[in-house]
C-alpha cells in the first residue's frame, strides 16, 4: 500500500474526533501539531496538557515548538504509562515536518499518535473508531500499528514489518483488553477475505481463459476431423482407382498425429479446467466461512461488550453496597459509645448522690467541709461534662439513623 493509503486511512481515523478545534481534510492540515494534541489531550488530558491553538499560519518557528513539545510527551508516555523503550522509536525529523510539511515524516509521528491510542487504558474506544472505517483503512492502520509495535518490541528502530504479514500482534498479547483482541482478530479476518476474494477472482479469470482455449481446441479438432475424413475418402477413391500417392498418405498421416497432439491438450486443458474449478470452489466455500466468522465475531463482540457494561455496573453496585455497610459499623460504634457514656452517666449519678450522704454526714466536721466541697464540685464538673458527651452522641446517632 502506498503512502498516499496510509495518510488518507490516518485522515479518516482523526475526522471521527469530534472534540478537534478545527476540521482535518488532508495530511497537511495535522503539521502545526494542534489537532495530534488535540486527540493525544482526549487520550490522557492530565498528561497532556493544554497547548497553542490559535491559527499560527505559516509559522514554521511556532510549528516546530509544538511538534517537539508533543513528541517529547509522546515518547515519555509511551516509557512512564505505557512501559515500552521509546528509544528503538525512530524519531521523525520535525523541521522537515514544519518547514516543508514532510508528508513521510510526519506519517511517523501519526503513527505513534495512533499506536499510543490502541496501546492506552480507553483503547477500546479508539479501536471502535478504527471499526467504524472502511476495510480498506482499517488494513492500512493496523500495518502502521505493527510497524510502531515491531519498533517497540525490537533493538532495531529501522525493522518495519511486511505489510502482507501485518497480522496485529495485540491479538496474540495476553494483557490487553478483550474487546481489542477480537476486534484486531475481526480486522485480521476482513485482510484473509480480501485476499481470498482476489485469489478467486483471478482463478476465475484464469478459469475463462482455459475455457476460451478448450474451446478453440474442439473447433480446431473437429476440422481435422472433417479434414481426415475428407483425405480418407479420397485415399479410398485413390486405392479404388488404382493411384493412390504417396504425398496424400503423408498428408493422412500428418494429420492424424497433429488430432492426436489436439486430443492430448484438449485432455490436458480439460484436466487443468478441472483443477481450477475445485479451487475456485474452494475458495469460494473458505469465502463464505470467513463471512460467516466475521459475522460471528461481530456478534461476539457486541455479546462482550454487553457483559463488560454489566460487570461496570455491578462494580458500581458493590461499592455503594461497601459505603452502606461502613456506615451502618460506623451506626453501630456510636450506639455502643452511647451506651458506655449512659453506664458511666449512672455510675456518676451514684457517686454523686454518694458524695451527698458523706457531706451531710460530714457537715458537722468543719474542717473536712472545704475538702468535701472541692471534691463535690469537681465530681459535679465531671458530671455536666459526661452529660455533655452523652447528648453530642445522641445527636450524632440521631442524624446517622435520619441519614439510613
Known amino acids: 500500500m502506498s503512502q498516499d493509503d496510509i495518510a488518507e486511512s490516518f485522515v479518516g481515523w482523526v475526522g471521527t474526533f469530534s472534540s478537534l478545534s478545527k476540521p482535518v481534510a488532508q495530511l497537511a492540515d495535522l503539521t502545526d501539531g494542534i489537532a495530534l494534541f488535540e486527540i493525544c489531550a482526549e487520550i490522557d488530558r492530565q498528561w497532556f496538557k493544554s497547548i497553542r491553538s490559535a491559527d499560527i499560519g505559516d509559522n514554521w518557528v511556532l510549528k516546530l515548538n509544538n511538534l517537539k513539545k508533543l513528541y517529547k510527551l509522546v515518547t515519555r508516555y509511551y516509557e512512564e504509562v505505557l512501559g515500552y523503550p521509546a528509544a528503538n522509536l525512530g524519531e521523525p525529523n520535525l523541521s522537515a515536518i514544519a518547514k516543508n510539511e514532510d508528508g513521510h515524516e510526519l506519517l511517523k509521528l501519526c503513527h505513534l499518535v495512533l499506536t499510543l491510542a490502541v496501546q492506552c487504558e480507553r483503547n477500546q474506544v479508539y479501536i471502535g473508531k478504527i471499526m467504524s472505517l472502511g476495510e480498506d483503512d482499517q488494513r492500512c492502520l493496523m500495518v502502521a500499528i505493527e510497524s510502531v509495535l515491531a519498533q ?4 532495531d528502530p529501522d525493522t518495519e514489518p511486511d505489510s ?5 500482534d495485540l491479538s496474540q498479547d495476553d494483557d490487553v483488553d478483550p474487546v481489542a483482541r477480537l476486534q484486531a482478530e475481526l480486522i485480521k479476518s476482513y485482510a484473509e477475505k480480501d ?14 481463459h482455459v475455457q476460451s482455449k478448450y474451446e478453440e481446441l474442439l473447433v480446431l479438432n473437429e476440422e481435422l476431423k472433417v479434414r481426415m475424413e475428407d483425405l480418407e475418402k479420397s485415399m479410398a477413391r485413390a486405392d479404388k482407382s488404382g493411384k493412390a500417392d504417396f504425398l ?3 498428408e493422412i498421416d500428418r494429420l492424424k498425429h497433429d488430432l492426436e497432439k489436439a486430443d492430448t491438450r484438449n485432455q490436458d486443458t480439460e484436466r487443468a479446467n478441472s483443477e481450477h474449478a475445485a479451487s475456485i470452489a474452494g475458495l469460494t466455500r473458505q469465502v463464505s466461512e470467513y463471512s460467516s466468522a466475521k459475522e460471528e465475531a461481530a456478534r461476539l463482540r457486541d455479546q462482550l461488550q454487553e457483559y463488560k457494561h454489566a460487570a461496570e455496573r455491578l462494580a458500581k453496585s458493590e461499592h455503594v453496597i461497601e459505603k452502606y455497610k461502613k456506615k451502618l459499623e460506623e451506626s453501630t460504634d456510636l450506639r455502643r459509645q452511647v451506651r458506655l457514656l ?9 457517686h454523686s448522690r454518694q458524695i451527698e450522704d458523706e457531706y451531710r454526714r460530714m457537715s458537722q466536721l468543719r474542717p473536712a467541709v472545704d475538702n468535701y466541697r472541692d471534691e463535690y464540685a469537681h465530681l459535679e464538673s465531671r458530671h455536666n461534662l459526661t452529660i455533655s458527651e452523652l447528648r453530642q452522641a445522641m445527636e450524632r446517632l440521631r442524624v446517622l439513623e435520619i441519614e439510613h
Open 152 to 155: 517497540l518490541g525490537s533493538a
Open 164 to 168: 502482507h504479514d501485518a497480522d496485529m
Open 195 to 208: 485476499e481470498l476474494e482476489k485469489s478467486a477472482h483471478d482463478l476465475n479469470v484464469e478459469h475463462k
Open 248 to 250: 496424400l498418405r503423408s
Open 342 to 350: 449512659e453506664e458511666q452517666l449512672a455510675q456518676s449519678q451514684d
